[in-house]
């Protein structure tokens, strides 16, 4: 096990559209976090999952997102009818209990 | 809501000069986790501080947690090209999830 990978690293989307990111996490690690970061910012929160149950979910979250994370193994996260302020970098990041993340490399969104 | 600042948020020093950044808190933290980000890459983690006046040192770096648990320093002895890159600190948020800082950009000068 390599660490966490990010599917696809990046995504040009036009404005409408729906996509989806793919995160697998290191497989002893139960946590896993999907984070946003934009140019000169440090990663903002999304969501958090323990096992396959998302537990937390960031108050500035649209409703146009959605995570998902089936039998506690890889997640996904989907943003419908994406906008032009949804291109960011979005880190997924795994853990084994409230020690520090492993992130992965990261799937870049542009919304054009 | 819950948030941490640090400062400087740039630092240009010349190869072989020190560097310090510096995160703080309003509100207290039961412990503190500080990462690197090289240009073009993700976070990657470097220690986490739980003990009020906790100092811990990774060969040239020394972190450092307050007494109150409200700030915390990082501190790089003669820095290296290799050394280049931002450095957050994070912070417990409400509930699991960790909140970040905006960030400490360091460029070295050869």
């Known amino acids: 096990d390599t660490g966490v990978s990010q599917n696809p690293r990046h995504k040009i989307t036009k404005r409408g559209q729906n996509v989806t990111f793919r995160c697998d996490p290191i497989?002893?690690?139960?946590?896993l976090y999907w984070y946003r970061q934009t140019l000169g910012q440090g990663p903002e929160f999304l969501t958090y999952?323990?096992?396959?149950?998302?537990?937390?979910k960031s108050r500035l979250l649209s409703d146009r997102f959605s995570a998902e994370r089936p039998k506690g193994s890889f997640s996904t996260l989907e943003i419908q009818r994406t906008e032009q302020g949804d291109s960011a970098m979005y880190l997924c990041?795994?853990?084994?209990?409230?020690?520090?993340?492993?992130f992965g490399s990261g799937t870049r969104l542009t919304v054009v | 809501g819950q948030q941490v600042m640090q400062i400087p948020q740039y630092q240009h020093v010349q190869e072989g000069e020190d560097f310090t950044t510096y995160c703080n808190s309003s509100t207290t933290l039961s412990n503190i986790q500080w990462y690197k980000q090289r240009p073009g890459g993700h976070p990657v983690f470097l220690i986490q501080?739980?003990?009020?006046?906790e100092v811990k040192k990774q060969k040239r770096l020394t972190f450092q947690f307050g007494e109150a648990k409200k700030n915390s320093s990082l501190h790089i002895t003669a820095t290296q090209t290799t050394d280049v890159g931002t450095y957050f600190c994070?912070?417990?948020?409400?509930?699991?999830?960790?909140?970040f800082g905006p960030g400490t950009r360091l460029s070295v000068l050869p």
């Open positions: 990041a795994s853990s084994q209990m409230a020690y520090g993340y492993t």
């Open positions: 999952f323990q096992n396959e149950a998302q537990l937390e």
């Open positions: 994070a912070g417990p948020g409400y509930g699991q999830n960790f909140v």
């Open positions: 497989s002893e690690h139960n946590r």
């Open positions: 501080l739980v003990k009020s006046g």
